[in-house]
């Protein structure tokens, strides 16, 4: 029935209309948004609406023929390109959206937010905002300009938002102009993404006011919530200038340092929460002073909840980092979740306090000698030992190797492209004189020409790739195309499943080479036989190779997905379009992505998959690897042993001439050089191509990393490609 339903309205939507606009503008608003079933038999509907190049495409007068037999909760709103919010915006939504109790709106690329626009002017309850993939960037009246005169007019675009929320893709800029905050009344603001690293530097901090400008902001924020990653906290974000009554803090992330003076002022504010990824950052480097700072400011108590995610269990030998929270007098601290019972715990928090952190206190405290802390000597340097769990390193160093990738890849391409074309156009120069050589060596230059041809088309194709890289949302490079349509296919097409064909196949020539120039140097053997092979019987092998490969590839395709929705929730550990997850079903759509990445987690993986892509790793970079090797060695061998016979019988020719002896053996050394040389890069190119890829297989099997994060598992494969371009030159 209710696709019946959704047919029927989508009728409606394309007769004649009764509305101020043409036919036409509803025909091609139509073609741009879409229903996503949420509950069919309530008749609950989200809505997305794509490829808005300019906001005046927006007519959601033409949902109103729906307007009484469904409910929207969530519309969606996915730009082309970044636009500035400005009047061209008119969300003309029949009233009958806005007495819902909550509407919730969610914008992508936006350039600026022009805050003299009204566009929830019909809203009879608050709603709430989220910006993806957007830049904090304030305008009035199309002005950038921050000054008094400004401040006195009417800011009417976030009067009716109770929930505002920047996700972690939002771009943010210093001195941002602090208007957003006048007259604001929110029940929860949240800033996510802010970074201080090498990869990401993305900072917020506002202009500074003057006494003037502050007695007219005048905002209230009930809860404000920031996601940090290795960042100095401050009050830039908790000023009392800026937010006049705030009541509750959340901090989440990896914090380096939280300043002595952050939430000082803060005259309001009931509960502070501090949750840690890693807290060894926050601790060593100046043990809680802004908890006493925030101690001595205070006049009412307030309780401040520090939760630890990771393996910390406070043991006693850490007395000196907490010795002054005894001392407290306003605050209430406790640590969460429940802990591993101890010594130090119970001295702390006293008995009863510390039942709430461990509810074994009793056993602890006839057992504990608490004498031994006031004889611990704190001059000492106090050093605290990491905890990160595998899963947040294993992503980190994904990020990294993104980087380098990112960074190899244009060179290697670029050095394999040219390589190759003068491979091509030197053999197909020596053409001219096929005549006279030997069909061994017209045998050993149409392999390495075809090997030239196909390395040429993969490199080639690899450099498109760059189009799809994105470390994150803000980092040193994330390009613009990432989640393109055309990229992700070209992606999982091209560059995932044709290109490990043409890698394998590359792979494999390498070692037809090896032994083509293995057998010029003997007579008869094993490899003469091979190489004696028909030309039909050639081409039926490479047949058979090239299917098998294609049947061997085939989770390049099946383990792949494109979506055209920006899932900024999943963007820290799924990159577009899905892939390396090896998981057996797919996501319909976003909510069913994060249903399915995240809270579904006893979801199995699919087997077929793992054991392709192990089959993969053997095959390309075991297999062939060792076939290689070996056939270089066996050539080497076979080189050096002709050397030498070469070198003697020369040496009968020129006993007596010294200088030509001398220059024979300075010839022998470089050859030797030379081969050894090139077997030692070779093994250490290879290195370093299959020491990610076994990394992945380790962490997919220990912590499932790939399953849950398949961006970092591709980050690691990306660079093992970049790695083997070594053997494409």
């Known amino acids: 029935m209710s696709k019946i339903f959704l047919i029927i309205c ?6 004649q209309q009764r509305l101020t606009f043409s036919d036409t503008n509803c025909k091609k608003f139509g073609k741009k948004f879409k229903f996503i079933e949420v509950d069919s038999k309530q008749k609950i509907f989200n809505v997305q609406v794509y490829n808005i190049r300019s906001l005046d495409e927006i007519h959601f007068e033409c949902l109103d023929y729906c307007k009484s037999n469904v409910t929207i909760p969530l519309i969606t709103f996915y730009l082309s390109q970044k636009l ?30 022009d805050l003299s626009l009204d566009i929830f002017a019909l809203a009879n309850n608050y709603t709430q905002i989220e910006l993806l993939y957007s830049n904090l960037k304030i305008l009035v009246n199309n002005s950038e300009k921050c000054n008094y005169t400004q401040f006195n007019e009417p800011i009417p675009f976030f009067s009716k938002v109770n929930f505002l929320i920047f996700g972690e893709s939002c771009i943010y800029s210093l001195n941002t102009c ?23 530097t993305n900072l917020l901090s506002f202009k500074t006011l003057n006494d003037n400008q502050k007695s007219v902001i005048n905002s209230s924020v009930i809860e404000i919530q920031i996601d940090v990653f290795k960042v100095d906290i401050n009050n830039n974000l908790f000023n009392e200038n800026l937010i006049t009554k705030l009541e509750f803090i959340f901090i989440y992330g990896v914090v380096r340092s939280i300043d002595k003076f952050t939430f000082y002022n803060l005259k309001f504010v009931k509960k502070i929460i501090i949750s840690l990824y890693d807290e060894s950052l926050l601790y060593s480097n100046n043990e809680f002073d802004w908890l006493f700072s ?14 630890t995610l990771n393996s910390y269990t406070f043991p006693d030998s850490d007395f ?70 595998f899963y947040d390193k294993f992503k980190l160093i994904s990020q990294y190797m993104d980087f380098l990738s990112v960074i190899l890849l244009p060179f290697a391409c670029v050095l394999s492209i040219l390589t190759n074309l003068l491979n091509i156009f030197i053999l197909i120069g020596s053409k001219k004189y096929e005549n006279k050589i030997r069909d061994k060596l017209c045998l050993l230059y149409e392999f390495i020409l075809f090997n030239s041809l196909i390395n040429l088309i993969y490199s080639f194709n690899y450099l498109f790739h760059l189009f799809n890289n994105c470390i994150m949302p803000g980092a040193l490079y994330c390009s613009n195309y990432a989640n393109n349509l055309f990229i992700q296919y070209y992606e999982i097409f091209i560059i995932d499943y044709f290109g490990n064909i043409l890698k394998s196949l590359s792979n494999f020539l390498d070692i037809v080479i090896s032994m083509t120039r293995y057998s010029m140097l003997e007579k008869n053997g094993f490899f003469q036989k091979i190489i004696k092979l028909s030309n039909l019987k050639r081409r039926v092998i490479l047949g058979i190779l090239i299917i098998f490969l294609c049947v061997l590839n085939i989770d390049k395709i099946g383990n792949s997905q494109v979506f055209l929705e920006y899932l900024d929730i999943l963007f820290g550990d799924v990159a577009l379009p899905i892939r ?40 390309n970079d075991v297999f062939l690897y060792v076939g290689i090797l070996m056939s270089d060695l066996f050539l080497m061998f076979k080189f050096k042993s002709n050397l030498e016979l070469a070198i003697l019988m020369k040496k009968k020719l020129f006993q007596s001439d010294i200088k030509k002896l001398s220059d024979i053996h300075e010839s022998k050394v470089r050859t030797v050089f030379a081969i ?29 990393v790939c399953m849950y994060g398949g961006k970092s598992c591709t980050a690691f494969i990306q660079f093992a490609n970049a790695s083997s371009f070594y053997f494409l030159e």
């Open 676 to 704: 050894w040389s090139n077997l030692f890069v070779l093994l250490l190119m290879r290195s370093f191509e299959m020491i990610p890829l076994v990394f992945t297989i380790y962490g997919e099997f220990s912590n499932r």
């Open 294 to 307: 925030l101690d001595q400011n205070l006049q009412k108590n307030i309780t401040i909840d520090i939760v």
């Open 178 to 200: 602090p208007l957003m905050f006048k007259n604001l009344n929110l029940q929860n603001l949240i800033f996510n993404g802010l970074s201080f690293t090498f990869l990401k």
């Open 10 to 15: 989508l009728i409606l939507l394309n007769i």
């Open 84 to 113: 500035v919010f400005n009047n061209l915006l008119n969300l003309r939504l029949h009233s009958n959206f806005y007495s819902r109790k909550n509407i919730f709106f969610r914008f992508s690329n936006v350039k600026a937010i």
């Open 580 to 619: 390396n997850t090896f998981k057996l079903n797919k996501a319909n759509n976003v909510l069913d992505a994060h249903w399915y990445y995240y809270i579904n987690q006893d979801e199995s993986y699919s087997s077929f998959y793992v054991i392709l892509y192990i089959l993969n790793i053997i095959i």
């Open 320 to 389: 000196c980092l907490y010795k002054n929270f005894i001392n407290l007098n306003q605050i209430d601290v406790f640590f969460k979740p429940t802990l591993n019972c101890s010594c130090l715990i119970v001295y702390l928090f006293g008995i009863n306090k510390s039942k709430i952190s461990c509810p074994d206190t009793i056993k602890y405290f006839e057992n504990c000698n608490f004498t031994k802390f006031s004889k611990i000597n704190c001059d000492k340097t106090l050093i605290f030992q990491d905890h990160v769990v």
